[in-house]
């Protein structure tokens, strides 16, 4: 058991951290206002290599371990919870991962250099207007025309779905078959009967983009199928398994920058003639969150290494997604408390934290999900009755 970082996480980790700090955190609030996403951060991100970081140098990737990777996700979402969703848990370990894992040589050479490059972005579409947490159940259809498919049905609460140029979409080729029955491909933006409409007014994460997808009976090349035939819930769930460490750091991200506002401000902040720091009901608060991120954070770490090692890393995954959103919650909570009045407006960043972890929490499972996940894999049962 090794519990030391070595020099190049801690290079890795500095340089994301540096990056986040400069480029991310000055306009973090303006977009999170405005819903804007910028485009150039995305590019400046893969010109350091932080886009695609787990992925091998031969596809344009950075050649790094999965625990190195959680380090950059827990900078980058300290900074900005929807530049992390955009750029690294949706682009990078829903998309990339996927292709690199079940993609043939042709379509990893194909979409993989210009993914770790900037020049496209992904989306991972599973998720539809009627399924969401029954994810083997999804209504989308794909029917087999000569060389191609036609994909006809839509996708609801796509991250990345409105500007993204390849959607990595799951569909129904055999419906008798449940999750046996589902097939994954990659449709490119501009594929004939293939549109987006974008999605306003989400509470939190509004620095990142969200759409409905629309299919049309949509034409996609055979060649573009990922996996096989009825491989696609496999894709799913490995990309889900990937994402949710991602995400579990990035909660760890949130939660490290509630601490650090509430500190700051805690020390500024006078009332009763000395800093509430002083005060041991604040002191409580910062104590308690410190304790959980902590935990949360070498939990992460553990998930993460079970995942380098090649070992199943399926209830880790899960049990790290669940426990660092809820102190994700729970600390950008507290760091509202500790703010008072102020932490109750955007003035100050306490609430932008909670309205992100709560974004956090919901999707690549929601912690309801985590928990069946975590119960079935203790349990050794195989259905949620
Ligand atoms: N990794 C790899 N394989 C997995 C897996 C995982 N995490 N979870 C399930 N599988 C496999 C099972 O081993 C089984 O394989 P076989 O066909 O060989 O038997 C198959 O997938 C079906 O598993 P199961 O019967 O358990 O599927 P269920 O439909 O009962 O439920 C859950 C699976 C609930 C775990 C899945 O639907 C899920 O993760 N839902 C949440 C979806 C989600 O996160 N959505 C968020 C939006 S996308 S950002």
């Known amino acids: 058991m090794d519990f030391d970082i070595s020099g190049e996480q801690e290079q890795v980790r500095n340089l994301a951290r540096d990056f986040a700090q400069r480029e991310i955190s000055p306009v973090a609030r303006e977009d999170d206002l405005n819903e804007h996403y910028r485009p150039e951060i995305t590019q400046k991100m893969a010109d350091l290599g932080l886009l695609g970081a787990p992925l091998p140098l031969e596809y344009g990737g950075a050649g790094l371990d999965y625990v190195t990777y959680l380090m950059i996700c827990e900078e980058i979402a300290k900074a900005s919870a929807g530049v992390f969703t955009t750029c690294l848990t949706v682009h990078t370990s829903l998309f990339q991962m996927s292709i690199l894992r079940f993609g043939s040589e ?25 399924i969401g947490s029954d994810a083997a159940d999804i209504e989308l259809s794909a029917r087999p025309d000569g060389s191609n498919w ?35 491909f990659l449709v490119e933006r501009g594929a004939p009967g293939f549109s987006s409409r974008n999605i306003h007014g989400k509470l939190g994460l509004r620095d990142s983009n969200t759409a409905e997808l629309i299919f049309q009976d949509c034409m996609v090349p055979s060649e573009n199928m990922l996996g096989e035939v009825g491989e696609g819930f496999k894709v799913a ?35 009763f003639g000395r800093p509430i720091a002083g005060f041991q009901l604040v002191q409580e608060m910062v104590a308690e969150t410190v304790a959980e991120t902590e935990t949360a954070r070498w939990f992460v770490y553990r998930a993460g290494s079970m995942k380098d090692k090649g070992q199943n890393f399926v209830r880790e995954a899960s049990i790290a997604k669940y426990y660092a959103a809820e102190v994700a919650v729970r600390a950008a909570q507290k760091g509202i408390k500790i703010h008072g009045g102020y932490g109750y407006s955007n003035e100050y960043p306490a609430e932008r934290y909670l309205r992100d972890a709560i974004g956090l929490q919901l999707y690549e499972g929601t912690a309801e999900i985590q928990k069946l996940i975590i119960a079935r894999e203790t349990l050794g049962v195989a259905a949620f009755v």
Request: overall charge positive.
């Open 106 to 130: 042709n379509l990893k050479q194909r979409f993989l250099p210009r993914a770790t490059g900037g020049e496209i972005l992904g989306c991972f579409a599973l998720t539809e207007p009627n």
């Open 150 to 184: 036609v994909l006809r049905g839509n996708k609801m609460w796509i991250s990345n779905g409105g500007i993204a140029d390849i959607a990595l979409v799951f569909a129904q080729t055999d419906k008798t078959k449940r999750h046996r029955g589902i097939t994954a």
């Open 237 to 271: 769930m490995y990309a889900l398994d990937c994402a949710r460490l991602s995400t579990a750091a990035a909660c760890v991200g949130v939660a490290q920058a509630s601490i650090e506002a509430a500190v700051k401000y805690a020390r500024e902040r006078k009332q």
